[in-house]
């Protein structure tokens, strides 16, 4: 019976019904939890929980955060409202295209010589001026916003880290809670965040999911989803002579080489790639401006 | 009768039945929902053609007719129309958790996005939330990153800011599809 049981969880949680935390208790509990069904099933709540763990508005906080503190470390915004502008203007129009659209999402170029992107909880996504620089036109630009969107619509920071756990069941932060007990328990959620984002990287499952979702997301928007794996190809011809990888691509993702080949594969579900666009005009007039 | 471990065979049967039943009824029908704000039926497979209903995020319509990349949908209220594929997604947008929402069931996608919405559109006029200027001050972060992030938070892209954008750059819906580069 209690295959049965397995079977139609597995089936439940593949089908696009919504499947709710009651159901769960309700079939844990007719299962013994040292059992071999039971530990499948306890996996299954920690999958299911993990995707309901930390409300929007907690997210947020936890994000800007990151976000101050990756100023702080990489470098403030390039001082051009039409650069930055240019950048929010890709990134939304691929935001309308990815798998968490329902957000709103802010894009900025950091006046870094790191070659770098990163994004935060909640939907805070930077560029480094110098790996802006390598790029040769849009499609490119989206490619990479297109992957750190896809690391936000995962949540693959919040999911990375244990400590976020303790944000569970405290409720939603307030300003007044930062001051007290809430505010440790912050803090150390988002120094743990930090290690991961900025020095260890996050997990390369996690990298490769993001890269096929850039790929997707700037295919749905009209760029062409290759274009994504030229950036890392250049990336990699830079990555011999690169002086300062600390904190950079190099450092925090897996090896090109295996990202380049994994993106190949998918490149076959585009057939009609080669047709979509490129926009080397108008990037290369904002490019002066970084 | 029984199965091999002793359980009635008709429970099995009835369980399995029961599952698939569900999924097939969900997965028979080609079903998507829109995952673009601003999301119109066409009364043609073109940018160009007159609207014939607005569709909000979360719309679920049903796939009637392939045309490359516009697709010809049924919206619940039962119009028919022309929608450029990118709009549209093969999984229900994600609704934000939003407290003692429950963000999996009924019809709180939409009450999720509104609160997101009022929430992103407030911060826009009153800078940094309470709680990140309370953490900023905790961290002794400088003056200069906590204005910078206010501005980035603070920049907004209007939709007909968005649709010049795309029809300039020739994206999406407004793609001539004659080449690579423009």
């Known amino acids: 019976m209690k295959h049965y049981l397995i079977l139609a969880i597995a089936l439940l949680i593949c089908s696009p019904l919504p499947v709710s935390a009651d159901f769960f208790s309700a079939i844990q509990s007719i299962v013994k939890p040292d059992s071999k069904e039971g530990k499948i099933l306890a996996g299954a709540t920690q999958m299911f929980a993990s995707s309901r763990d930390i409300d929007y508005k907690t997210e947020k906080t936890i994000g800007e955060g990151l976000a101050l503190d990756g100023l702080t470390r990489f470098g403030n915004p390039v001082n051009n409202e039409q650069l930055q502008q240019y950048v929010n203007l890709v990134g939304t129009a691929l935001a309308a295209n990815c798998k968490r659209s329902t957000i709103t999402y802010s894009f900025a170029v950091l006046d870094s010589p790191v070659q770098n992107a990163f994004a935060v909880p909640g939907g805070v996504i930077f560029i480094s001026r110098a790996l802006f620089g390598i790029l040769d036109n849009e499609a490119e630009l989206a490619g990479v916003l297109a992957h750190e969107l896809g690391h936000v619509a995962a949540k693959h920071a919040l999911k990375s880290t244990q400590r976020a756990q303790l944000l569970q069941g405290a409720g939603t932060i307030t300003a007044a809670s930062v001051g007290g007990g809430q505010g440790k328990k912050l803090a150390d959620t988002i120094g743990s965040m930090q290690t991961v984002l900025f020095d260890k990287g996050l997990d390369k499952d996690m990298e490769y999911e993001a890269d096929l979702a850039a790929m997707e997301t700037a295919y749905r928007t009209g760029y062409d989803p290759a274009a994504f794996i030229r950036v890392l190809e250049k990336l990699q011809k830079l990555e011999n002579t690169s002086k300062e990888k600390n904190g950079s691509w190099f450092s925090t993702h897996p090896p090109l080489a295996e990202r380049i080949a994994r993106l190949k594969a998918q490149l076959a579900t585009y057939p009609d790639y080669a047709k979509q666009a490129h926009v080397d005009s108008r990037f290369q007039r904002y490019l002066k401006m970084k | ?182």
Request: proline share 3%; charged share 25%.
């Open chain 2, 1 to 182: 009768m029984r199965g091999m471990k002793g359980e009635p065979m008709g429970i099995k049967v009835g369980i399995c039945a029961v599952v698939l039943m569900c999924t097939s009824l969900a997965w028979g029908e080609e079903i998507r929902w829109v995952s673009s704000a601003g999301t119109t039926l066409k009364a043609e497979a073109s940018a160009t053609s007159e609207n014939v209903a607005e569709l909000p995020v979360g719309a679920e319509v049903t796939v009637v007719e392939t045309g490359g990349r516009w697709l010809m949908v049924r919206s619940a209220a039962g119009v028919n129309g022309w929608v450029y594929a990118g709009r549209l997604a093969e999984t229900k947008p994600v609704a934000e958790v939003t407290g003692s929402d429950d963000p999996l069931f009924g019809d709180s996608m939409k009450k999720s996005q509104i609160t997101t919405a009022k929430a992103d559109s407030a911060r826009s006029i009153r800078g940094l939330s309470p709680e990140t200027a309370a953490y900023a001050k905790s961290r002794g972060t400088s003056e200069l990153s906590k204005k910078s992030l206010e501005k980035i938070m603070g920049r907004k892209v209007s939709p007909t800011e968005l649709k010049s954008f795309l029809k300039e750059g020739k994206l999406g819906e407004y793609a001539q599809m004659t080449g690579g580069n423009q």
